[in-house]
């Protein structure tokens, strides 16, 4: 009887762990999810949406959490050639290297 009273309370103090070490978890990821969101990149006119090229300003700090507070972002225009798409961004790079 006394055994089943111990195996009891061992089981039930696992499961308690188990669901504290489970939504400790869910909190941390949760604060490093949202500080990840404060990252400025993809709003910056610098950021260049390549993969071996992501700042041409700051290229080793882009997309990391150091910046978060970059001095160099500048918020993206409709005029910024990163943000066009297609035929227009190539039609806009032909027009510029022209003689």
């Known amino acids: 009887m006394m055994m089943t009273v111990i195996f009891a309370v061992c089981a039930w103090s ?3 762990l188990t669901i ?4 400790q978890t869910l909190q941390a990821g949760i604060k490093h999810v949202r500080k990840l969101h404060q990252i400025p990149c993809a709003n910056c006119e610098y950021f260049t949406n390549d993969y ?9 700090q882009a997309c ?3 910046a978060i507070y970059c001095r160099d972002f500048t918020a993206k225009t409709a005029a910024c050639n990163a943000k066009q798409t297609g035929s227009r961004k190539r039609n806009q790079i032909k027009n510029c290297c022209r003689i």
């Open 14 to 16: 696992l499961i308690v």
């Open 20 to 23: 504290f070490s489970i939504w």
């Open 52 to 60: 071996r090229l992501k700042c041409t300003v700051n290229p080793i």
């Open 64 to 66: 990391t959490e150091e």
